[in-house]
């Protein structure tokens, strides 16, 4: 590689994004992510944030249908 | 490029979602409604006096589903996303497309697939109350660990490359991937709370429906987002563009 001009670099040489830039976004960006997920798998089973069973009721379907355990 | 690859997987996500909606409005929701009335019937059968409905089954089966599928599925588009940024470059030389579609395939294999395999999804009236507590614990156990092992097996896999070369060490993370999660799924405990008259052909139909309206959310993530993230990825890096011979 190192012989080869650099107007042969491929195109589609793909170039990471530095690590400082990412860990920001995956840790606070992924933490609301998950939260978000766990209210329609898991709120009001299991485990309550809120009482009573409007959340669980709400997602009661796709719930059942993404295959989480319910009930 | 962080914050704009997460808007990507997230629209990507949406996408996902709304065809999810749609298959699981036309191929799951007959089979919930059967539940439904299965659970009924052996309730009023038991004497018990009907549950009052806190949202009635048109919001469920309408907008509760829609809503479900679309945060679900948008949530994971995002995670999927953030995944990509990581390894984009990093762990990987794949193109945009090639690894958002490889990231969606083990993605789907490790968080959908394998926990299914163990402890498949359950239309109402299967399952008692008691034991949710129980029941979630070890799905997200099995889903915990087999995402560990999936990020072990491509760690593994990567190791044997220069040995053995791409398609052997592929094999070898692929093979130890199935032997680890054969034992891990063999020392969990099974569960089985079916009725003992729940028509299993209805059963088997809700779970199949389920592992689709996964299939449709991974796929369209893993297309849609590998499309916008190479179109994106593209455009920041003109100067490579005008370096490599037309």
Same mark, same amino acid.
């Given at each position: 590689?190192?012989?080869?001009?650099?107007?042969?670099?491929?195109?589609?040489?793909?170039?990471?994004?530095?690590?400082?830039?990412?860990?920001?976004?995956?840790?606070?960006?992924?933490?609301?992510?998950?939260?978000?997920?766990?209210?329609?798998?898991?709120?009001?089973?299991?485990?309550?944030?809120?009482?009573?069973?409007?959340?669980?009721?709400?997602?009661?379907?796709?719930?059942?249908?993404?295959?989480?355990?319910?009930? | 490029?962080?914050?704009? $690859?997460?808007?990507?997987?997230?629209?990507?996500?949406?996408? #996902? *979602?709304? +065809?999810?909606?749609? !298959? =699981?409005?036309? @191929? &799951?929701?007959?089979?919930?409604?059967?539940?439904?009335?299965?659970?009924?019937?052996?309730?009023?059968?038991?004497?018990?006096?009907?549950?009052?409905?806190?949202?009635?089954?048109?919001?469920?089966?309408?907008?509760?589903? $829609?809503?479900?599928?679309?945060?679900?599925?948008?949530?994971? #588009? *995002?995670? +999927?996303?953030?995944? !990509? =940024?990581?390894? @984009? &470059?990093?762990?990987?030389?794949?193109?945009?497309?090639?690894?958002?579609?490889?990231?969606?395939?083990?993605?789907?294999?490790?968080?959908?697939?394998?926990?299914?395999?163990?402890?498949?999804?359950?239309?109402?009236?299967?399952?008692?109350?008691?034991?949710?507590?129980?029941?979630?614990?070890?799905?997200?156990?099995?889903?915990?660990?087999?995402?560990?092992?999936?990020?072990?097996?491509?760690?593994?896999?990567?190791?044997?490359?220069?040995?053995?070369?791409?398609?052997?060490?592929?094999?070898?993370?692929?093979?130890?991937?199935?032997?680890?999660?054969?034992?891990?799924?063999?020392?969990?405990?099974?569960?089985?709370?079916?009725?003992?008259?729940?028509?299993?052909?209805?059963?088997?139909?809700?779970?199949?429906?389920?592992?689709?309206?996964?299939?449709?959310?991974?796929?369209?993530?893993?297309?849609?987002?590998?499309?916008?993230?190479?179109?994106?990825?593209?455009?920041?890096?003109?100067?490579?563009?005008?370096?490599?011979?037309?």
């Amino acid at each position: 590689m190192s012989t080869l001009s650099p107007t042969s670099i491929p195109l589609s040489q793909p170039v990471p994004i530095p690590l400082g830039e990412v860990l920001p976004w995956a840790i606070f960006a992924g933490l609301i992510l998950v939260l978000a997920v766990y209210f329609v798998g898991a709120e009001e089973g299991a485990l309550s944030i809120f009482s009573g069973m409007y959340v669980h009721e709400f997602v009661h379907d796709g719930r059942h249908l993404l295959g989480f355990p319910c009930h | 490029m962080t914050g704009k $690859l997460l808007l990507r997987g997230m629209i990507a996500g949406v996408v #996902g *979602g709304l +065809l999810a909606f749609l !298959f =699981a409005r036309i @191929y &799951g929701e007959p089979l919930v409604d059967f539940a439904i009335a299965f659970e009924e019937q052996a309730g009023a059968a038991a004497g018990e006096a009907a549950e009052p409905e806190l949202v009635s089954r048109a919001t469920q089966a309408g907008l509760g589903l $829609l809503t479900g599928a679309i945060v679900y599925s948008a949530a994971l #588009g *995002g995670i +999927l996303s953030l995944a !990509f =940024a990581l390894v @984009y &470059g990093r762990f990987s030389a794949l193109g945009a497309r090639s690894l958002a579609g490889l990231l969606a395939l083990a993605g789907f294999v490790a968080v959908i697939l394998v926990p299914a395999i163990k402890y498949p999804a359950n239309p109402p009236a299967v399952g008692s109350p008691e034991t949710i507590v129980i029941r979630t614990e070890l799905y997200f156990a099995m889903l915990l660990v087999s995402v560990l092992v999936m990020v072990a097996a491509f760690a593994l896999a990567r190791h044997y490359w220069g040995r053995l070369g791409a398609w052997n060490a592929a094999i070898v993370g692929g093979l130890a991937f199935l032997v680890v999660i054969a034992a891990v799924m063999l020392l969990l405990p099974d569960i089985n709370e079916v009725p003992e008259n729940f028509s299993a052909a209805i059963l088997w139909r809700f779970r199949v429906a389920s592992l689709g309206m996964q299939a449709i959310i991974w796929s369209a993530q893993g297309l849609v987002f590998g499309f916008l993230a190479e179109r994106l990825l593209a455009g920041a890096a003109p100067a490579a563009r005008r370096l490599s011979p037309a």
